[in-house]
């Protein structure tokens, strides 16, 4: 009921939602036009590079004209911003996708002032982007297992952690990356089972137990970090899984690089990205998970049975952390080191409330806030003086104007978080 | 999201039965959920029977946990099963004593230090008791502020960044306001710490009752924003001139706690305010109509509705409340113990102080005493590092343990065969995302 009402309230103050856009689409035009077009020498060039450090080249390195290219995008940004405010329904149903058009240019008109005079490579931008936008996705896709499904999972961080550790030290021990991931799988699902049988079978407060879940994995993998692999080197030396490069795709000019010569990790997430969205939205199984999580009264009624579907949920959840934790030691950094994964899971619950609990919206989310921490530290090498801090700081602040229902609103699995009792017992 | 399980005002016109509901509902408030038969004595057994038996559970498990990552254990295991056993007891022993005398202290060293007369030896023998004290006092700020959310039915995740923006208020006031007598500026800089945890806890509140946007995302973005702002201004405009670290310059000696004891203990005036702290926190909670209507809001939002009483400005009033409290807990770190500010200093406490306020059942005097375990436990964990080579991280394993069964009565009465109580527990609400 309360749903309805909300939804009533929220077409009614649509017009002035609509004519704010307008206001904030003519406004970063202006930015742009005041704070970086005016800034810049007329003569200026910014030369972007189009191929990561250490490849062959795919494309020549990209030189444009600095002033030129800023007074286009602020006149872009403007016009779209007059037509939204000029039309009474303005860009209607697009004007979120509008938003981040307008955004896109923004950052671009930034880059492109940041770099003025001196040269930026954006390939490897992209590529560092899209590597720290794997674990965040891959973490947000966790997220949406387990609350697609009614169980709110904040347990993520901790599972990264202690897939982090296993796959470390399992890695090490055996010599086998492969093995390595296999436990950092593993080590995520047992606690997904804790999680599990607390959540479903004795009805804990979920938040509670993630909670508890999140601090006993921080003390297990410090413990073990402390006690074991800082004194017996050889226990965190597990190695790293090596790019593979695709033949043929990975010679496409500027993307070819970027998208088809990385490792296991970034191929599984495109992979477990189409899987989930088709699984959820076009199976039976993804039928019966999403009733679950929305009324699960209904889906027992149907003979769907709610517990051992909220079991599953949760079992692929932490197992998908336990991946993504697998990812910072097996796939990136070659050693544990304690607390190495620092909030990415709590980023990663973000990305999945910011991508609206929908796999590709998650992975948008993951590549915008991949993107900000790939910039925050090129923004020192550019002599930029905005603090890299205030950088960090937006996924976080995005997610909570989002939350706020600033620029529409995630839909929540309505039971999300509540434990289900059978009625009659 | 955003929809609270309040009933709509039309709701509210329609049934008829209101007036009854709502009397049912506060006398059930009023009188704490018992029936009025069962005795004083039989009800504080009961309530401390999961709580004791909860940490008692956890010290076993953390100690079988000790003794199966103790190499020793394994090579004794191999002569024969029986000397494994003896080993590992040793282990134990050697892990739990080393504990126990640095949280307590050794009796034997007090004993010897007191007939000895020599006040230094005196002070370095009593040394750890008032360390554990010391390390206590954050945990009661911490352990009271998630309590009071809990009270009004808020899960205050945020209390770690509350205790960064407290820290960096008291701070500041601590070392850029000069020329002040003790009496004032001290306050002051405490103050200034709970105005900064309690406006860092106020945004997330405004949200809930303004947005319906749910605190527990909220206060853990808070956290990381609050992370990333500490580590900003470290690093730039609080930053001491004269050192290359990320540190704050020292606060004026007339912002200082004042210590009760000479040198090597540490234990400060933080202490007992944190005490009286607690006292205006129950006497708030229970003495006071906005206390009523703030646990009215937590327990049955429904009935504070029917009441009339403003569920948004409670809510409000209890995260901006809860951050004080938490802020309270970075004042007294910057002005009790560090007298400056550096990144990391907290350290976990916020995140600590959930587990306590559960154990604590969050109550007031709960939350104390179970700061204190917290605080013994800590700077135990401390010295058995030292002694017996036991990470510290240990005691997170322990807290998250205690944190389980406290949430989960149902598995310590398993354990125990404990009979389960006649009506269903007060328990901590079980919300969602959404709120419903």
């Known amino acids: 009921m309360a749903t309805t009402t909300l939804r009533r309230e929220m077409e009614y103050v649509a017009p002035t939602r609509q004519r704010v856009m307008g206001g904030i689409f003519v406004a970063a035009g202006l930015i742009i036009w005041w704070f970086f077009s005016r800034a810049v020498e007329p003569d200026a060039v910014t030369k972007f590079g189009m191929t990561s450090g250490g490849l062959k080249s795919t494309m020549p390195d990209l030189v444009i004209p600095t002033q030129l290219t800023l007074n286009i995008l602020a006149i872009a940004c403007v016009a779209l911003g007059i037509y939204q405010l000029a039309r009474p329904q303005g860009f209607g149903r697009r004007t979120n996708l509008v938003l981040g058009l307008v955004a896109a240019m923004f950052v671009l008109a930034f880059l492109t002032w940041a770099a003025a005079g001196k040269s930026l490579n954006l390939a490897g931008l992209f590529n560092s982007t899209l590597s720290k936008a794997v674990p965040l996705t891959l973490g947000a896709l966790s997220g949406i297992l387990c609350e697609r499904a009614g169980v709110i999972n904040i347990a993520i961080e901790g599972m990264m952690l202690m897939g982090a550790m296993t796959g470390a030290l399992v890695g090490s021990i055996t010599g086998s990356l492969w093995i390595g991931l296999l436990a950092a799988v593993l080590s995520g699902l047992v606690l997904g089972l804790v999680h599990g049988v607390l959540a479903i079978k004795y009805k804990t407060n979920q938040i509670i137990s993630g909670t508890a879940i999140n601090i006993f994995a921080t003390g297990l993998t410090s413990y073990v970090s402390a006690r074991f692999m800082q004194s017996y080197q050889e226990l965190n030396n597990p190695g790293t899984f090596g790019p593979w490069e695709i033949p043929g795709l990975s010679s496409i000019p500027f993307f070819g690089p970027i998208l088809f010569n990385n490792n296991v990790f970034v191929y599984s997430m495109f992979i477990f990205l189409f899987l989930i969205q088709f699984g959820l939205f076009y199976t039976r199984w993804g039928l019966r998970h999403r009733a679950v999580g929305e009324h699960p009264r209904a889906a027992d009624t149907l003979g769907i049975n709610v517990f051992r579907t909220r079991y599953i949920a949760v079992f692929l959840g932490s197992m998908m952390a336990g991946f993504a934790g697998g990812y910072f030691t097996l796939g990136a950094v070659g050693r544990f080191d304690e607390v190495m994964t620092a909030g990415r899971g709590f980023i990663s619950l973000a990305a999945m409330l910011f991508g609206n609990y929908m796999p590709f919206g998650a992975f948008g989310a993951g590549l915008l806030f991949g993107f900000t921490d790939a910039l925050a530290t090129r923004l020192a090498i550019l002599g930029v003086r905005i603090p890299s801090q205030f950088l960090l700081m937006t996924p976080y602040i995005v997610t909570m104007v989002v939350l706020a229902g600033v620029v529409g609103r995630a839909q929540v699995p309505a039971a999300d978080g509540v434990p289900y009792e059978k009625e009659g017992g | ?436």
């Open chain 2, 1 to 436: 999201m955003g929809e609270e399980k309040l009933p709509t005002e039309k709701d509210t016109r329609n049934s008829k039965n209101a007036g009854k509901v709502l009397q049912e509902e506060l006398l059930r408030e009023a009188t704490g959920g018992h029936p009025p038969h069962v005795s004083r004595m039989r009800r504080i057994i009961r309530a401390l029977a999961i709580p004791v038996l909860a940490i008692f559970t956890a010290l076993v498990i953390g100690g079988i946990f000790i003794v199966l990552t103790t190499p020793e254990f394994y090579a004794a295991w191999k002569v024969s099963p029986i000397e494994g056993l003896k080993e590992g007891w040793n282990i134990l022993v050697t892990a739990y004593s080393a504990l126990f005398t640095g949280a307590i202290g050794d009796p034997q060293k007090m004993i010897a230090a007191l007939q000895s007369g020599n006040p230094l030896a005196i002070r370095k023998a009593f040394y750890p008791f008032f360390e554990s004290l010391v390390a206590s006092t954050p945990y009661i700020f911490g352990g009271l502020s998630v309590a009071l959310g809990f009270r009004a039915g808020l899960f205050n995740i945020g209390a770690e960044g509350q205790i960064f923006i407290g820290a960096i208020f008291a701070a500041f006031v601590g070392y850029a306001v000069k020329g002040l007598p003790g009496i004032i500026h001290m306050p002051l800089a405490f103050l200034a710490g709970a105005v900064g945890g309690g406006i860092w806890g106020m945004i997330p509140g405004w949200l809930k009752a303004r947005t319906g946007a749910h605190e527990v995302i909220n206060t853990i973005m808070m956290n990381y924003i609050a992370f990333r702002l500490s580590d900003w201004l470290l690093t730039g405009l609080m930053k001491r001139p004269d050192s290359p670290n990320p540190v704050s310059p020292t606060i004026e000696n007339s912002a200082k706690f004042f210590r009760f004891f000479g040198e090597p203990i540490r234990f400060h005036l933080g202490f007992f305010v944190a005490l009286f702290v607690a006292w205006l926190v129950y006497w708030f909670l229970f003495k006071t109509r906005w206390g009523f209507d703030l646990r009215t809001v937590g327990s049955n939002p429904r009935a504070a509705r029917y009441a009339g009483m403003s569920v948004s400005a409670m809510i409000i009033l209890a995260m901006t409340l809860a951050g004080a409290l938490a802020g309270m807990a970075g004042g007294n770190e910057v002005l009790g113990l560090n007298y400056n500010l550096a990144m990391a200093f907290s350290s976990g406490y916020g995140f600590d102080s959930i587990a306590l306020a559960l154990l604590g059942n969050s109550h007031p005097l709960g939350v104390v005493l179970a700061a204190l375990l917290f605080g013994f436990l800590r700077n135990g964990a401390t010295s058995m590092q030292l002694k017996a080579g036991i990470p510290i991280d240990i005691i997170s394993i322990f807290q998250a343990l205690v944190l389980v069964f406290i949430a989960t009565p149902a598995i310590i009465r398993t354990i125990y065969r404990l009979k389960a109580p006649a009506e269903g527990e007060g328990g901590i609400m079980v919300t969602g995302w959404g709120g419903n």
